[in-house]
């Protein structure tokens, strides 16, 4: 544009408004960013806690003009049932509280991501990593229930474990399953805390902590229960 | 006692006076406790940290009239030098800070304690629960640098784990050690979680933390660096 | 398996398969461990809390297969009336949310484990660790509200504690019961920190970190409101 | 002074600047405070951490003017050789960092004051409230190393307990010593967590927790490590 | 007893069931202590949270038979109702969810006690130490809403604080009441922090610390919340 | 006054009364203070939370007749609904819980207040900021969802926030907006941590440290969720 | 200088270059920003730890080329020495670690700034926070231990703080002043923790926690111990 | 192997032995993992810290005669001139406490890795982070000094930054700079906390909870100040 605008072919006044207001759409509550899917050649993302179903619907609405793809995590079932009822093509998994419009399913990733859950408890925030990796174009194998004190059903699935071009490892308690299978493997694990436990668990935070000290190398940590996240850079690793 | 009251032997202002001052000494500055060592049929224990070099001395002096095995913990080398210097019988450890009067090393243990640590920064608290252990009349086996990162190493010591009847395990950082050796024994652990790490390893709270949420159901904990504790604990545990 | 594989009975492929899939069963959301009583010489446990009544169901019915004892924790009402329905000889304890099926009532256990609680409001906690010591075959004696307010009381029990091969015990608060009952006894103590309490009791950390701190060297700890832990940890100290 | 005004004996204005002025007298970088000791009926006191040796010698000047007693709080030994050494009758206590001038050793309290500690090396913490409530006329008796791991040691101190009309009971670690003396005697116990300790015990915070969840009514507490706070409010008390 | 048990009126054995069984009642779930009214010269007081209706019914009626005056706490409008509609003569007052027999009503206490509260939000708070204290045999006089940021309305009871014997400051927030009302006056100050608040006040940490770092040395403080812990100290003072 | 007593127009005692009671008016539970709205030039505000309806109807009641503005926060929808039924003027904001008696409109401020708000969720706070602002008389414009993570939408805003004379900048999750945002303008900018977040957000802490280790210069903070706070400083900060 | 793109007095890729070095200076480990100053009006400021005496040198220098006034802050002995001893017209006061160049004496705000600390050991944050604001063009006024505890002293400067336009306050400890003078004055306070104290201030937590819950409306907070931060905003809003 | 049992040509026995003793060797304090490198494809790494200068160099001794690349972190200057004294081909860095052996400088990684960092005082932590990415055969970029603050000096690395392949984010303070560099690139970022701050920066903890709540998706965290863990997980998923 600052060629255009060197051509003369638009004057800075408007060279000025473009800038200002292309790249995004203001709903007033929301600013629809048209852009980032474009920036990061991902699905559009919407965030649906703290939002009222109808702010949720308004921005889906925009964002299914622009976007094959789009995901909305942290639904309650209210907003599931309103968003999948009054646009066509989206589904809502209760589980993780995920409604996905998937109308794009061209695998983009290289090669295989695996997401890996501790406990049945954890499985949540495994399904909202596996549906964000999916609708980002990966293939996705979910392995649970391999926690660390039962280490024969974890060493049982290390062969699939090493066809992983990335893993997504979710635990809660005292979060050591990361630790383990980064021992395991040679490529990026991307550890998810999750509020799993009681007492001493603190929500996740005892989780949390017991990753981020984690004695693998190849360990980085998401927020608690941020299944999204996870999936998310798990993609964009797995990219060519 | 009150079989001698009733008896008449000895009156009952007399009783009054031996039931308040018989069980220990009044030094002043401590009360030198001679009956503990026959309640518990343990060792003698000074906890030397905060305590001068002299008091230390004036205190194992006493015990060491009473107790043929006198265990001092917490000892900076000034202190160390001080009590080796002025009593006979007595070893100082500086990796640990212990000072040991190891005179009766009869074996009282019903079986044998594994002191297992995960990294080498761990060693000093490992060594203070060994030597703890010994103290006490155990056979003790240390296996050392077992971290959870490199799994096969742990694998390794497999069958020299089950044989043990208590295990001791320290670790630090994230503090896995203890769940993954729990869910491979049927034996009690002991878990100390060591101030080994740094950052969000918070002078050991995040293996603390991790300790307490094992999803390793024998495991249960002391406090942070504190392998003296866990040395006694297992002790008693070996009990026959 | 090794000596087959070396006789050649059977063949490397499917010892592969066999070391992979054998020691458990996968229900796809749960992967049932039925070599796990094997191990530990234990009851069956499932941790009910977030997972559905139907998952409680399908893991309990499997494990009821192979072992004789099941032990279910944090089950809420519901729960323990769908289990209790569909599956025959199991037993609710609201207090504690525990279902038990006990067909096998042997005593296994040397000698006498003594649950210990503090105040009336720990009861709960005690129940939980009451009923995991029992279902693991051991002789169990309760003894409810000595807290160290009313040391009388305590001390009126003294004699019943120093009987006990095992003590756990459970206090919310200030969590000081460990350490008193600790100094009593020569045996060990596994402290259980409750959530009894409110405002700087921080749902028990307070409890927790007393309890750590203890200055009786016997006594180690599980994590806050684990009566299971503990029962569990004392089942094992008690074997012969 | 209003009534003076109103008389016309003092005009408006110079009463303004008399009551903003009369109170206290300003050095600079304190303001000196002749009224207090009034008010209180109290000796004076300064706090010398945080402060040069010079400006604790200016403030015990000025203050040795107006009060025959002066005590000074948190004196590293080069305030305390300083202060003693260019201001008269000032003895230094190293253990606790209290210099003291007690020029007026009259008795003003009703009862006894019994000084408590768990362990040796909650001394200097106990030290500095038995020369605060000594300071402020009162008869202190201090009884060191009675833990509550060691219950009959604490027993066999019961009647010299109760004989107190106010106790303050020093103890770092878990803290529990309040709670069981608490329970014995039927005076209020000011308790003062100390930083003894190690690990969890995170400097005091365990035994503050421990303190203010007390199961005994009669306890209330005061900041880490403050036995002045604890010997000022306990001479409170003690007054007739 | 000892002397009985001297001059044979009683044998040991005898001696040893009275000892132990004498001073409290075992109701199973609680053991109701008949001596701690005599001891402490209270009333009798029951927590109630954490326990049935049922229970404290069961615990109050035993009470009642020794005690004139007995204090229910934390009792929701349920178990108000019970207790109330089950036994004669008691009150419950649903703002601080005490339950009050109050059958004697005899002034013990030599001065007057001072329930103050910073906020319109600490009143729950301040009535379970106003009803505390009089049910101990004090006058006790409310002053509400005098919080640090009005300064003047505090000054303005500055003469009615100062006739006080003993004063209870109840603060939520910042928790900076007792800090200056201790400025004022010179008896002592129990500090009592609220949950009042919300974001950084973390439920009443906030207020706690402010407290515990009080810069008036008269402050003492007691759990957040704990009205009647505050009422029972003060109560004690107050005795002549 | 002191003039009048100087005089002899009224009395001592007169104006002793006077003093104490004229500044505010005593509800019983509240008292209500006239002068406030005097001192500070500003409207009057009652804290909803913790009060009953009828109690905040009665102080609103009161402030009404000496003040033309009056703020109610945190007023959840029945205390909306009763006092905007039994008191004329008053509007409901359901979003903030504000309730705001405006009848006063007139413009005081010198410049413009710029409230900003990083995502949809952070709304009610920003609303509660902005009513605020306005009714003590500021020119207020809102710019909504323009978080660090879409620099390109904050940028956009950038000429508008150059404008500003101070602004409000509400932020949950790592709360970075106020940092970029200072760096962009001149003027001082008020930060809200938000408690919009899941995790390791701990219901605002982690956006309240981030605030408080901003690298601009010119912030500063105020409490989680306080838009009142900051819309009341930045509301002085705009007088002339 | 988009209108000379527009103009064609300098092309495109001379205009990126110039966008994106112009605006600072790379000195490898520092980009020195020279319109920073330009931007607030303000002198530039270099925060000197965990920088090198060199690295601090090299940066001043370069900022005094294009600044009259520059500002160092947190530089230990060595660095205050180097800095004076190798650039001329700079002070270094040892109290609170700034070195100043004040070459403008200019004073440029509007009012007075008020100072205030509530007590001796905080003077080092409190004159980081004048030599700020003086810096900055500014009357500033020091009013130096006033805390709550003895608030007539307090009272006596509240003529003095009335006067203030903006006033910046220093309180470790409870950190209660600001609360109270913002209670006395009607123009913004900022409140600046210090981490004076000990125990359980938990070096300037307990003096934040209780700012930030301040109950004046018209307290913002800083970092603890950040009296430059405070002093700057201060100026900010003291300016026309 | 299993293979060669099948066949005969070892026995059972033998294979148990290899299996459990070959991938590692056993120094006594140390279990030295030559299977690590071959493993991952990466250099051998040690961490210095609680080793003593004796122990790192006999652990780099063999691990020199596997690898041709040796890393070693946080290493005294002691240490550093230790074992490049003994051990030819090493190089200290001691801003980082790295010591580096890098006999094979091939450039194994696909694209380029940017390392960033928020100030000068991160630059310890940054170079830890490049010395690691380039010993693991990668190209790396450094750009130090582009906070938040300065938004212009961020966006004018903003091409630089669209080249990389995946980004090294550090900073301390609020740790804001990983959420605006993730929402203007498209790779992954890995954000490493440093524990540079004072005051409320609690040692790094406030960046590290910022970076977890990062509202740019494409953010993944390490521990804080783990330039190490950084530049391995970026190394891993540059790999082609």
Redesign the interface.
Known sequence: M??Q??G?TI??DA??VR???M??EDL????V?HH?AL????PE?I?A???TSE?VVAIAERLLDNSRNVLIT?ADRECGAEVTGRLAGGEYFPLSGVIRFFRDPTIRGKGKISVVS????D?PVAEEARLTAEVMGNQVESI??????????L??SRERLAEARVIVCCAG????LP??I???V???V?AV?T????????????????????????????????G???G??AS??NRP
């Open positions: 600052l060629e605008v060197r003369g004057d800075v060279a000025m800038m200002r207001n790249p995004f007033g509550f929301a600013k960013d980032r920036r990061h050649g991902m993302v965030f806690k703290g939002k702010q942290r501790a406990g049945t408890s499985m649970y229930d391999i926690g660390v004190a039962g280490i024969h059903r060493l049982s308690m005292e979060g050591a630790s383990v980064g021992g395991l040679s490529c990026p991307i805390p509020s799993v436990g009681y007492g001493a668990s603190f929500n996740g935070l005892a989780a949390l902590l017991g990753m981020l000290n984690s004695c693998s190398s190849n360990v980085s940590v998401v927020n608690i229960d941020n999204f996240g996870a998310y850079v964009l690793i």
